[in-house]
């Protein structure tokens, strides 16, 4: 079980750029797979990206190329930085650990971070 934060979310223009951050409250973290996921109204969660203990990355086709998921081992944290971004990309935004090879994530979840891409 590991307590998540996160952090970094608010309205930005479209075009413009947002970076959210994870804060996990763990002492596992470094063997940790983590990954972001967001809710729009209506929708159902969605994977977004995702980042292996030794810095692999995965992303959904609908962000690669925007936007660049990252993580630092000494401050146990997480971090999504989103350029680019489009009216599409609005919701909660979600961080928690992950399988490795399914993305299948843990069932306990923070209370996310709001982005709100709109002009």
């Known amino acids: 079980q590991v307590e998540l934060v996160e952090s970094g979310g608010g309205l930005v223009q479209p075009g413009g750029s947002l970076t959210l951050s994870c804060s996990a409250y763990?002492?596992?973290?470094?063997?940790?797979?983590m990954a972001w996921f967001r809710q729009a109204p209506g929708k159902q969660r969605e994977f977004v990206a995702s980042?292996?203990?030794?810095?692999?990355?995965d992303y959904a086709a609908s962000v690669k190329g925007r936007f660049t998921i990252s993580r630092d081992h000494a401050k146990t944290t997480v971090y999504l930085q989103m350029n680019s971004l489009k009216p599409e990309d609005t919701g909660v935004y979600y961080c928690n650990a992950v399988s490795v090879r399914t993305r299948q994530p843990t069932p306990y979840w923070g209370q996310g971070t709001q982005v709100t891409v709109s002009s």
């Open positions: 980042v292996n203990a030794g810095a692999g990355t």
């Open positions: 763990t002492s596992i973290f470094s063997i940790l797979n």
